[in-house]
């Protein structure tokens, strides 16, 4: 943490305690501006081609944020050699809170996963086609229904916790400062990360938020759940293909490439499951 903050001494003393209200305010406006598309639905007419588009926008809230999440996180690999040239030792200081900004927007969309606004105007969410977006696809496997919804509940909080688990111990393990890619504007301070984890994971920090939001996925196992998750989890493919990996692979040339086709980037295979919850538990 200490090195995190020498390199924010605008925000050093008191001014700190900005950083999480502006932080919790993204998270806030972000969960809004989605909770808005997912009650438009309900508000707008549904007559004519807009009717047909209805259905859809939760799922265009959820892109929308996608997509800006991405842009803000960018903004610090996009703009790194400009603001070293122009700020130097500053200019970290000049574009975290984008790319924070962009983190907590992906964090408002996995939390989104979990709520079932669906169950405020149950009224309309009940009218065809808009109930084959949310009606759970495991009633559709009757009469075990209720066997079903126990068993989703049960995976869904197991994945949650799984997800958060794995956050926590990504931080405990490689600290604040790396957490907060302070090694990209000060590559001379970075250290070579060679924890076991990266021999089952290419980014076990990641691997939390995609697992988390599936546990929100199978919780709800509605048609928006799912479509939720695969647009977070491609948005995270998306950013680490072209933007962070692209970076690695220019500091570690072919090294890093043949790591890439033989680690997972989220989802550690079976034979490694040992090892991986060694690592949860804090044994590795």
């Known amino acids: 943490m200490n090195e995190f903050l020498e390199k924010i001494p605008k925000f050093s003393g008191k001014k700190i305690i900005l950083l999480p209200f502006y932080l919790l305010s993204v998270m806030i406006v972000s969960l809004l501006v989605q909770l808005l598309f ?17 259905p859809w926008f939760p799922v265009f809230g959820v892109l929308m944020m996608g997509i800006i999440a991405i842009f803000l996180v960018y903004q610090m690999w996009f703009h790194r050699d400009r603001l070293k040239a122009k700020y130097k030792q500053l200019s970290y200081q000049k ?16 939390i989104h996963t979990y709520i079932a606004f669906y169950r ?14 949310v009606t759970a696809l495991n009633s559709y496997l009757f009469p075990i229904t209720l066997f079903l919804d126990y068993l989703r509940l049960i995976c869904g909080l197991f994945l949650a ?16 400062d790396y957490m907060t890619v302070i090694y990209l504007y000060f590559p001379e301070e ?39 998750f695969f647009i977070l989890y491609f ?9 962070e990996e692209k970076e690695l692979i220019n500091r570690f040339g072919d090294s890093y490439k043949e790591y890439r086709k033989n680690v997972p980037a989220f989802f550690v295979r079976p034979k490694n499951w040992g090892q991986f919850f060694k690592y949860i538990i804090g044994k590795e």
């Not at 405020?120 to 977006?133: A, C, D, H």
């Not at 688990?165 to 600290?175: K, P, Q, S, V």
């Not at 948005?235 to 933007?243: A, K, S």
């Open 235 to 243: 948005g995270m493919l998306i950013h680490i293909h072209f933007v």
């Open 120 to 133: 405020w105007n149950i009224g309309f969410w009940s009218q065809f086609p808009y109930s084959l977006f």
């Open 38 to 54: 997912d009650i438009l639905p309900t508000i707008l007419p549904v007559d004519g081609l807009l009717g047909f588009f209805l």
């Open 161 to 176: 916790l799984l997800g958060l688990l794995m956050a926590i111990r990504a931080l405990f393990t490689f600290g604040f």
């Open 190 to 228: 970075s250290e070579l990360q060679d924890h076991k984890i990266y021999s089952v994971l290419r980014h076990p920090t990641y691997a939390g938020a995609v697992i988390i939001c599936l546990g929100g996925a199978i919780l709800q196992l509605t048609l928006y759940s799912i479509i939720f």
């Open 95 to 110: 574009v975290f809170l984008a790319g924070f900004g962009g983190v907590i927007v992906i964090f408002s969309i996995v």
